[in-house]
């Protein structure tokens, strides 16, 4: 193979992608502020509104350190798990407190199966 | 006795005719390697939804050539016809011999490879994995786009190598893909560019893939400190759903602006994303992710193992196609846990270099990866989301790369 088109080619593709991809960070790091901002604007309170209600803990802490997790719950679903809780929750108001099995009636996808034979035909 | 005379030259006919007098040595070879090809699908679980077709593809070509040759046309002398009506048939002479030009059918396996040949599978398929993937995390974190982009180094720099190995631009082409980790996109230029390597590349790309845990953890571990795979990142920031919406619109937008030649594969991807995030086609995406990723799956994968015969499979070049794809996965690898180091250094500590051999784009494999590497290093740290970003990142990086390839070599 050619010398010259050896290096054209690793270069070109190098710089090619490198641009596309950087162009994208701009643009969605520039839509996804604008959209972000609009969207968690503080809402201003008149006097006489009365204030929303706090949300009512459940399993979840707002100041207490996490304890032990409960024994025989694998890494990687306490892992999995966490991951799912932090990413819908914001870390800083909410801390996970303990991980346990759920009492299960019937199994997972025997549940999700009834839901989707049983969601109204769109 | 005419009878028996009869059977006789029956059996002996149907034994001439027979692959036990047809095959030669290479076939038995690769009907060996079929079989290994099932152990590791089967029995070790490497990538089993298309090695098990793939596999199956290279057992049944080479039991019978004819599944995969194309129409053509037979000339019979008109003297020894002996079908229909031959009235159909236009009539060639030969020789100064009369002929009937009988059209014959391919091969089941030529039709279905239309799908491969024409280039329509493999984007089918990307339209399935849009529509099970979530962008969330690289559109909270676009940095990620930049660790996707520097795993495709190990393309370039193994397209480099395999032009001085002897492979002529478009073969290199074909076969550098191979380290974008990418199914769809690696038979998707190897169609393209070099179709009589496809089987190899094939073989080689989604057996890589399944190796992943085995190739990246030691690369990963040499070229970091514990100290920086330690590093915790700051919580993702949520996503919302008019961002998500908006993502795969402006992706398709610019990608194909710029780079035609990627706007099949990565149309059709933000085109499955766009169906799952919208919420008002949910059947429509369902069908993507489900039904119609599975039937494509199979024929792609059958049709490509049945592009793997012995003539093109057992030779030296095959060799240097799995060293080569190994290179390109190990490179791309370095590529992104060194970018990640850049951005550790760049961002002061806050960004874990583990997160950039996620950009490598076997989705969620590479992903997982780096998340338990980095539980190694320090168990509390949960690098899964964060990886996740540069691992999607990596998808569309891989179609860019291929867009590239295809827009000058092709």
């Known amino acids: 193979m050619d010398i010259t088109l050896a290096v054209t080619v690793l270069l ?33 309170q008149k006097n006489d509104e009365v204030p929303a209600e706090q949300p ?44 346990k099995p759920s009492r299960q009636d019937r199994p997972v996808w025997g549940t999700a199966g009834v839901m989707d034979n049983t969601r109204p035909f769109i | 006795m005419e009878i028996l005379m009869g059977l006789w030259e029956s059996l002996i006919g149907l034994f001439k005719s027979s692959g036990l007098m047809s095959l030669d040595w290479r076939n038995y070879i690769m009907i060996g390697i079929a079989i290994v090809l099932f152990y590791l699908a089967i029995k070790r679980e ?10 199956f593809g290279m057992l049944l070509v080479n039991l019978y050539p004819d599944i995969m040759a194309s129409p053509m046309t037979e000339y019979i002398p008109v003297t020894e016809y002996s079908g229909g009506d031959p009235s159909k048939y236009a009539t060639v002479v030969i020789n100064g011999i009369s002929n009937y030009a009988v059209p014959t059918n391919g091969g ?17 398929i990307f339209l399935g994995v849009g529509a099970m993937t979530d962008f969330g995390p690289l559109i909270a974190n676009p940095k990620s786009f930049l660790l996707g982009a520097a795993a495709q180094l190990g393309i370039f720099l193994t397209f480099f190598a395999a ?24 038979i998707y230029v ?39 795979r330690e590093v915790v990142m700051e919580q993702l920031r949520p996503v919302s759903k008019l961002e998500k919406v908006m993502f795969p619109v402006i992706v398709t937008i610019l990608v194909s602006l710029f780079l035609p030649d990627a706007a099949p594969l990565v149309g059709m991807l933000m085109l499955g994303n766009l ?13 993507a992710q489900n039904e119609l990723m599975n039937i494509v799956t199979i024929m792609l994968g059958v049709t490509v193992g049945a592009t793997a015969t012995g003539e093109v499979f057992l030779a ?56 338990k590497e980095g539980l190694r290093a320090n168990p509390t740290n949960f690098l899964l989301m964060h990886a996740m970003g540069p691992n999607v990142a990596g998808v569309i990086g891989s179609a860019v790369a291929a867009g590239v390839l295809i827009s000058i070599l092709g």
């Open chain 2, 316 to 371: 030296p070049q095959t060799l240097f196609i799995i060293a080569l794809g190994l290179a390109a996965f190990a490179v791309g690898t370095m590529g992104g846990v060194l970018f990640g180091k850049l951005m550790y250094k760049a961002t002061g500590g806050k960004v874990n270099p583990l997160i950039g051999a996620a950009g490598v784009s076997a989705v969620p494999m590479a992903a997982r990866v780096a998340h």
């Open chain 2, 163 to 186: 032009g001085f190995m002897g492979f002529t631009a478009e073969e290199s082409g074909a076969i550098s893909i191979i380290g974008g980790a990418d199914g769809p996109t690696a």
């Open chain 1, 56 to 99: 009512t803990q459940t399993a979840l802490s707002k100041t207490k350190e996490p304890e032990a997790f409960a024994a025989g719950v694998p890494g990687e679903v306490i892992a999995a798990i966490s991951a799912a809780v932090y990413t819908v929750y914001d870390k800083e108001t909410v801390k996970i407190k303990s991980i």
């Open chain 2, 190 to 228: 190897a169609t393209k560019l070099a179709p009589h390597l496809l089987g190899p590349i094939a073989v080689a790309a989604y057996s890589y893939m399944a190796l992943v845990p085995i190739i990246q953890p030691p690369i990963m571990r040499g070229l970091t400190t514990k100290k920086e």
């Open chain 1, 12 to 44: 070109a593709g190098i710089v090619v992608v490198f641009i596309i991809l950087l162009l994208l960070v701009f643009i969605v790091k520039g839509y996804g502020s604008i959209v972000y901002s609009i969207q968690n604007k503080p809402k201003k």
């Open chain 2, 46 to 55: 490497f990538e089993p939804l298309l090695l098990l077709p793939i596999a």
């Open chain 2, 108 to 124: 089941v396996f030529y039709y279905l490879y239309q799908g491969v040949k024409l280039g329509i599978f493999p984007p089918l």
């Open chain 2, 275 to 287: 169906l799952k995030e919208s919420g008002v086609t949910e059947r429509l995406a369902k069908t």
